[in-house]
């Protein structure tokens, strides 16, 4: 740990304000977040900055950023850090707008990296299941038929019709929508 605290300062430009950030001059993530390798991992500059400071970071806890200027993740400045739960990480990151919804969210920027349907792994249904739960409901049977005429949940069922899963398989052009 010795020389990556050395390489650590070695990559650390402190601000003259007494209160400033201390920027990260080393590689940095895509996020703008320090990475440093350490013992043959990478790990990232701000977390390591808080166990030079303050010791081992707490199994389950988040090494987050308050620094007065504002949002800085190359920041390593250990008074500007403080440690936080998954939740309030969470929080941190959506009050800082880096949490991506809508049209910047990964599911839509790479539609493809996670399969659908039967291409997916864990995928227990097929297309043409699906088609006709959706066929079953809109010709007025109850979910609770169709689950047990199946061999699947309520829960999945309902799902289905309300498109909350394989809502990318359409339905066959006779069927109608379930009321």
Known sequence: MDDSVKRFWSRVRKSSDLDGCWLWT????????GQL???GRHVKAHRLS???????????????????????????????LWLGDHPANMADMAMKGRAASG???????????????RANGNARLTEEVVREIRRLRATGSTQTAIAGQLGVSISQVSKIVRRESWRHVEDDANSTAPA
Request: with cysteine.
């Open 50 to 80: 808080w166990m030079i400071h303050r010791g081992p970071i707490p199994h389950g806890m988040f090494v987050l950023h308050d620094c007065p200027s504002g949002d800085n993740p190359a920041c390593v400045n250990p008074s500007h």
């Open 103 to 117: 049209d910047e969210h990964g599911s839509r920027l790479y539609p493809k990296s996670r399969p659908r349907g």
């Open 26 to 33: 080393g590689c940095r993530d895509s996020w703008g977040y």
């Open 37 to 39: 390798r350490v013992d």
